[in-house]
């Protein structure tokens, strides 16, 4: 299995653009976590989903963010209209929850907004 | 809501010695995972160790172990025969099996020397 895949690796835009994040799970995982990281914030759980369906998304900082999962297998996480402070690293992860609660990451978006 | 504590910003260590790293966490929740994971300069999380609250016995893989005290909320890694590319950012996480909430550590920045 390839692991998470996240795209793009990269994303440089300006302020005001909408800016969309895409993340694959493992196959036959369940759940998928959304997390940023920063220097001042560290690591931050925005939301999560299980078997399609998000749980908890009291992490998620304002309505400029919003995430969906359109199948079992893919998410998005979409930030309109982005603002300078949303520069950070955006991991997803996914697990199987049926199994071992372990989460496995993907290789991250690095985020600027200019 | 938990809180995981890492009080230690940053360590080093000379190669083939023994370090242990710090973690702390504060829950009132009886069912629970405890995970480090090693982020090196790639940024990729890498999963290291992960421990069940019910098991007393301490996790341990290869030259990594964990000392798990349950009443002091403590979890801490042991890395032995440390080696080069050991150097990375370790966080400690906790999960609450009930609703799957992950929240992680500052970091601990591990540096190994040659």
């Known amino acids: 299995d390839a692991g998470v895949i996240q795209s793009p690796r990269h994303e440089v835009t300006e302020m005001g653009q909408e800016v969309t994040l895409r993340c694959k799970l493992i196959s036959g995982h369940n759940s998928l976590f959304w997390y940023r990281q920063t220097m001042m914030r560290g690591l931050e759980l925005l939301i999560y989903?299980?078997?399609?369906?998000?749980?908890?998304d009291s992490g998620m900082p304002e309505d400029r963010f919003s995430a969906k999962m359109p199948n079992a297998s893919f998410s998005t996480l979409k930030i309109q209209p982005s603002e300078p402070r949303d520069s950070a690293v955006y991991f997803c992860a996914s697990s199987d929850t049926g199994v071992s609660y372990e989460q496995y990451f993907g290789p991250g978006t690095r985020l600027t907004v200019t | 809501a938990q809180t995981v504590t890492q009080s230690q910003p940053e360590m080093s260590v000379q190669e083939a010695e023994t370090v242990t790293l710090s973690c702390t966490y504060d829950t009132s929740e009886n069912n629970y995972y405890l995970f480090w994971y090693k982020q090196p300069p790639s940024r990729q999380m890498i999963l290291v160790i992960r421990q069940e609250a019910y098991k007393q016995q301490n996790a341990t893989e290869n030259r990594f172990s964990v000392n798990f005290q349950k009443a002091a909320k403590s979890f801490s890694l042991k890395i032995s025969d440390s080696q080069l590319g050991d150097t990375a950012m370790y966080f400690c996480a906790f999960m609450n099996r009930f609703n799957n909430d992950m929240r992680f550590g500052a970091g601990t920045r591990l540096t190994v020397k040659p």
């Open positions: 989903f299980n078997n399609n369906v998000p749980i908890d």
